[in-house]
C-alpha cells in the first residue's frame, strides 16, 4: 500500500481516499457492512472505557507496558487515541480520515517501543470482546449480530493492514535518522583554530559516503570562512576510481570556495592503486603524514611554529642580567 508523506512532516504518513477504498475492497468490506456495524455503535460505546481498560490490560498481559507507558501523560494519551479509534472504528465511514486516525494510533505506538506482534495481539482481543458485545445485543436477531460480527472481521484487516504500514514507516524513519546520525558521525569536519578546518575519514568509503564528505565539508566552509583544510586518509583502507574522482571534485569545489585544501596521510597501497587508475592527483596539495599537513597549514595561515628547544631560557636570560 502507497503511503505518501507531507514534505513539512515526514513523521505524519498520509493514505488517500483511493488507497483505503482499495484496502476496503480488497478485503470485501461492503456498504452493507459498514451500516451492519454502525447498528452497534452505541452499544459498543457506551463501554468504551471497559473496553480501553481491556486493552491495556491485554498488552500487560502479552507485552512489558508498563515499562513503555512511563508517565501519566503517556497513559493519558494511549486512552485518548484508543477511545477515538474505537470510534472511528463504529463510525462507518472507513476513508481518508479513518485511515489517518489508524495510521496516529500506530505510530504512537511503535514510537512506544510496544512490539508489533504484542500490539496485533491486543487488538484480536479487542476485537473479539466488540464481538461478544455485539452478540449480547443482538439476542432477539441472532442472526444480524453474526453478520454484524463477521463485518466486524473484514474491517479488523482493513485496520491490521493500515496499522502495521504506520508502524513499518515510523521504523524506518528512525533507522534513517539514525543511518544519517552514523553518517554525520563519520564524516566530522572539525575546527582546529580561526580559518583552519580538519576532515579525518577512516574506514571504508563508498560513493553515497563520498558525496556526504563534500556536503559536509563545503557547509563547514562557508560556516567557519575557512581558509585552510586539511583531509587526512590515513584511515582509509582502500578507494576505488569512483571516490578518488569524488574526493578530486571535493578540492575542486573547496577550491572555488576559496580554500587552499592539503590531503594527508595517502598510504602506498592507496596512492600505487590510484596511480594504476590513471587518475590526476596534480591538482592535490598532498603532504605523507597528518603533522606535517597542520604544519604546511599554519604556514598558510601565517603561523609559525617554535620548537621548544630554541626557546630562550628565561632562567639563564635573567642571571646574564
Known sequence: MAVSQDSENETEPRLTDRDVRRLVRLVGL???DSALIVTFRDAVLADAAGLTTGFFDSLRRLGDTPSQFKNDAALAEATRLKHEH????????????????????????????????????ALRELIQSISDLIMRSSTADRENGFAAVAALQKLAYVEIGIIVDAWINERERVINLQQEAIRELSTPVLRLRDRLLILPLIGMIDSQRAMQVTDSLLQAIRVNRARVVVIDVTGVGAMDSKVANHLLQ??????????????????????????GLGIDLSTMNTIGDLQGGLEEAEK????HSVDPGDAPNRADQQRDV
Open 250 to 275: 571535493t578540492v575542486a569545489a573547496a577550491q572555488l570556495m576559496g580554500t587552499k585544501v592539503i590531503v594527508t596521510g595517502l598510504s602506498a597501497e592507496v596512492a600505487q592503486a590510484l596511480v
Open 30 to 32: 461492503s456498504s452493507e
Open 86 to 121: 474505537l470510534t472511528a472504528m463504529l463510525s462507518g465511514e472507513y476513508g481518508s480520515d479513518y485511515a489517518e486516525q489508524c495510521m496516529r494510533l500506530g505510530t504512537f505506538y511503535s514510537k512506544a517501543g510496544f512490539d508489533v506482534a504484542v500490539f496485533l495481539g
Open 300 to 303: 598558510i595561515l601565517g603561523y
